[in-house]
């Protein structure tokens, strides 16, 4: 029985988080999304109090990911969560403002499934985040090795 995936957005601008949300749910995706504002909190909940991340071993999860982050970079959290046993299979797709061919370089190195750069246009942004939710729609998140 597969379980349903959860989204995990890790976003610190509000609008921002509102318009990735509003354009999932526009797509008919209809998964539970739980925001995250600050990496800090992100990272406890997909690692536990132990650091472990034994918490979120059984769980479908999908990461949303911005690299600018007011308490820590999305680099680091993408690197985390790619060397956890428990975390390492799960989907990262980067959504951020840096464009940077150096940095897009690094996070698919590191392990990032997509790379999305935040265009300042909205519309092409809402556009953008309207074919994640289709890409959601029909991905299937593999469960970690355990």
């Known amino acids: 029985m597969n379980k349903p995936v959860t989204i995990i957005m890790i976003e610190d601008d509000e609008g921002h988080a509102r318009l990735i949300e509003r354009n999932i749910r526009r797509s008919g995706v209809n998964n539970e999304i739980i925001p995250f504002s600050n990496g800090t909190e992100a990272v406890e909940y997909l690692f536990g109090k132990d650091g472990s991340g034994t918490v979120r071993k059984d769980d479908a999860l ?55 750069t935040k265009p300042v246009n909205y519309e092409s942004f809402a556009n953008a985040i309207r074919q994640l939710g289709l890409f959601f729609s029909v991905i299937q998140v593999p469960s970690a090795a355990t």
């Open 62 to 116: 999908l990461i949303l990911l911005d690299l600018n982050l007011p308490d820590m970079t999305g680099i680091d959290i993408l690197r985390q969560v790619k060397q956890n046993e428990h975390l390492k299979c799960t989907p990262v797709v980067v959504l951020t403002t840096t464009d940077d061919s150096q940095e897009i370089k690094r996070c698919y190195e590191l392990g990032c499934n997509v790379y999305i």
